[in-house]
């Protein structure tokens, strides 16, 4: 006769671990997840890293991301729109992207504009990139910014302030 192997059934904390783990950090939907750099409660620690060493923006409940960027040598700001890991660009039909911002006290927008790109396909109305110039990206490090109304996939972001470079996290 040979002899029964018998497999232990998980119990509920087990499942309820893998459950967790498996379910991940929730998605792009808007309101899914929480912050990046966020911990889920049960120690599963989940850091977003922007791709291009720039500021992330988290709109809404991580349901998508910005990252700024700051050229000083030729006071240039780019704004990539990304998913709510920060791993895909996310297109948008935007034709313009407003940013109002605070430096030294004196507040102004900043308007930052499509970015087509042959490589990609990308093209004004239909990109995940925007920039705009300004003379005092050249010298300032640290503003404050806002960004009045964004709407990405059909979700409408209004009111969203950040500092720079600490991002809104």
Partial sequence: MKPTLLSPVPGPPLVLAL????????????????HAGHDHGDGHKHEHRAPHGGTAIVLGNEAFHLELVRSADVGLLTCYVLDGHMESFIRIP????????TVSNRTQTLELLPVANAATGEKAGDTSQFEGRAEWLKSTDRFTGKIPTLIIRGATFTNVTFRFPEGNE
């Fill in 94 to 101: 935007a034709l313009r992207l407003g940013l109002e911002t």
């Fill in 19 to 34: 459950a967790a783990m498996l379910a991940g950090c929730g998605g792009d939907a808007p309101n899914a997840g929480s």
